[in-house]
């Protein structure tokens, strides 16, 4: 990574102007130039890891954007911490919010996590035919173009849905207190899937 850092420096690295983009990252990366210039490879090396994060914090704020309204009868929370690293995907992201009914105990936890790899894996054990065929309560639906796997448990009034988002992210919702996995599917039909497709390159 550090090396792949000093050699993006080493060949030209294009920086936006002030006058294009005139922000911290801009700052940052004109920074990152200064140091490599004056042969303080360290110190360019710390200023493009703060660019890096402040990249990813952009993204996330871009994919928190894609979270759905709530549907009618429903709530969402405010306030709520909208980013958190994960802690099993080291270049990964979770993003979540709380939607809750109006009318009654129910609620959905909604949760988008980028990063691929474990999350591929995860989303595709739920998608798995086999796996499908051992829990009788799991039914496949679709969500816009996309196909996602709904778990209702009757007796605990609990659903779960697995959306895999081109094998680069994945969408979870977690309900409690729901008379059925339908809340579920309604609400994942209203996230903007497109939109994170095209923020995690999927």
């Known amino acids: 990574m550090r090396a792949a850092l000093v050699i993006l420096l080493a060949g030209g690295l294009v920086l936006p102007t002030a006058a294009t983009r005139a922000d911290e990252i801009t700052d940052q990366l004109d920074q990152a130039r ?44 405010a306030g709520e911490q909208p980013q958190a690293a994960m802690p099993f995907a080291a270049a990964g992201t979770m993003l979540s919010r709380t939607y809750r009914s109006a009318a009654g105990d129910g609620s959905i936890e909604a949760q988008l996590m980028s990063g691929g790899g474990f999350l591929q894996g995860l989303a595709g054990m739920f998608m798995n035919p086999q796996v499908m065929a051992a829990q009788p309560n799991a039914r496949r639906v679709r969500v816009g173009r996309e196909n996602a796997v709904v778990t209702y448990d009757a007796g605990a009034r609990s659903a779960q849905l697995v959306l895999d988002v081109g094998g680069k992210a994945t969408i979870m919702l977690q309900g409690q207190g729901v008379a059925s996995g339908d809340p579920l599917v309604e609400l994942a039909n209203r996230w903007d899937i497109k939109q994170v497709k095209e923020l995690v390159g999927g």
Not at 56 to 66: F, H, R, V
């Open 34 to 77: 200064a140091y490599y210039d004056q042969g303080d490879v360290t110190g360019a090396i710390g200023e493009l890891e703060f660019v890096l994060q402040a990249l990813k914090s952009k993204i996330g704020e871009q994919l928190l954007a894609t979270f759905p309204e709530p549907p009618a009868g429903w709530t969402v929370e």
